[in-house]
């Protein structure tokens, strides 16, 4: 819930629409998701969203974020036919 409360804060600093959010959000969802956070700060999709972000003083912010490892491993085993609604 921290990285998604971060990245909400720092869109919501820099002013993003909808649509923007939700561009942001899928784009650099994918690279946390792959370990490879700080690699969403070189996607050409989100060149003007980042310079939007910057323009607001929220880059190192944000890079700071998305260089961090997040635990994306489930925290309850899956046994059997069992799946918890984590998964």
Do not use: C, W
Not at 37 to 51: C, H, I, V, Y
Not at 59 to 82: A, Q, V, Y
């Amino acid at each position: 819930m921290f990285y998604k409360n971060q990245i909400e804060k720092i869109m919501s600093e820099a002013g993003f629409s909808d649509s923007e959010r939700e561009l942001f959000g899928e784009v650099v969802d994918i690279y946390i998701l792959n370990g490879k956070g700080e690699k969403a700060l070189g996607d050409e999709r989100l060149k003007d969203l980042l310079s939007k972000i910057e323009k607001h003083g929220l880059f190192e912010e944000l890079k700071n974020l998305l260089s961090r490892k997040i635990d994306t491993s489930p925290k309850d085993p899956i046994t059997g036919d069992d799946v918890s609604l984590a998964h």
